[in-house]
């Protein structure tokens, strides 16, 4: 995620199959709160398209814009302000990759939680009408500036929430703005991991699970 030039790096998502990996536009697995009839909430998990299109968006493309929202001032930016306010998701992955300048190019990063298990990302969601009639729900991860372990590689990483957090995030505690911006902060490093993966995880065409294996960094 977040990759310097592209913008568009991938990450490995919870539910395999069908892909070892994600990019924008693809569909990735978010768990979201939705009210229903009389105010009756529920949690639902379901396969939205990476890349907010916000819902008076003219054209779908602009959600290759929005893969990602920056957490300063989210409250404020009109593709956000309003999935912040009450349509804020979580998106679960194994881990995520950034890429590091070398001397001969880049150099591809795996991060992950220490115990390797599970990570949440802090997401944005939202519905769009087309202009032909179709619905589509879309979504966008948040971003904040990285901790110690992500700045030696890039100056952006993923909000990560922890389990005590997803409540607030997803609206079934009551939280204001000052307490939700609270939320998004670097995860700490000490509980992070990363390794060199090979350059294969930069071409769309690969998607296989020996892509977050380690490598030799070049």
Same mark, same amino acid.
């Given at each position: 995620?977040?990759?310097?030039?592209?913008?568009?790096?991938?990450?490995?998502?919870?539910?395999?199959?069908?892909?070892?990996?994600?990019?924008?536009?693809?569909?990735?697995?978010?768990?979201?709160?939705?009210?229903?009839?009389?105010?009756?909430?529920?949690?639902?998990?379901?396969?939205?398209?990476?890349?907010?299109?916000?819902?008076?968006?003219?054209?779908?493309?602009?959600?290759?814009?929005? &893969?990602?929202?920056? *957490?300063?001032?989210?409250?404020?930016?009109?593709?956000?302000?309003?999935?912040?306010?009450?349509?804020?998701?979580?998106?679960?992955?194994?881990?995520?990759?950034?890429?590091?300048?070398?001397?001969?190019?880049?150099?591809?990063?795996?991060?992950?939680?220490?115990?390797?298990?599970?990570?949440?990302?802090?997401?944005?969601? !939202?519905?769009?009408?087309?202009?032909?009639?179709?619905?589509?729900?879309?979504?966008? &991860?948040?971003?904040?500036?990285?901790?110690?372990?992500? *700045? !030696?590689?890039?100056?952006?990483?993923?909000?990560?929430?922890?389990?005590?957090?997803?409540?607030?995030?997803?609206?079934?505690?009551?939280?204001? !703005?000052?307490?939700?911006?609270?939320?998004?902060?670097?995860?700490?490093?000490?509980?992070?991991?990363?390794?060199?993966?090979?350059?294969?995880?930069?071409?769309?065409?690969?998607?296989?699970?020996?892509?977050? !294996?380690?490598?030799?960094?070049?």
């Amino acid at each position: 995620m977040c990759a310097p030039v592209r913008q568009s790096a991938s990450i490995t998502v919870a539910a395999r199959p069908p892909s070892s990996q994600a990019r924008a536009s693809y569909q990735c697995l978010v768990c979201r709160r939705l009210e229903g009839a009389g105010r009756l909430c529920h949690l639902e998990a379901r396969q939205l398209r990476w890349g907010l299109i916000p819902y008076w968006s003219k054209d779908i493309k602009v959600g290759f814009a929005n &893969i990602n929202a920056k *957490a300063e001032g989210i409250e404020n930016k009109p593709a956000f302000r309003k999935a912040f306010e009450r349509r804020r998701c979580l998106v679960p992955v194994d881990n995520f990759y950034e890429w590091r300048k070398t001397a001969t190019g880049k150099q591809p990063y795996a991060l992950a939680l220490a115990d390797r298990g599970i990570m949440a990302l802090a997401g944005l969601w !939202e519905n769009w009408h087309s202009p032909a009639g179709e619905w589509v729900s879309s979504f966008a &991860i948040v971003t904040t500036v990285p901790n110690q372990l992500c *700045a !030696e590689i890039h100056n952006r990483m993923p909000v990560i929430l922890k389990p005590d957090a997803w409540p607030a995030w997803l609206g079934e505690e009551p939280a204001d !703005e000052p307490q939700l911006k609270a939320l998004l902060a670097p995860y700490p490093a000490d509980d992070m991991i990363c390794w060199p993966v090979s350059a294969r995880v930069g071409n769309v065409r690969n998607n296989d699970s020996s892509l977050i !294996e380690p490598v030799a960094a070049a």
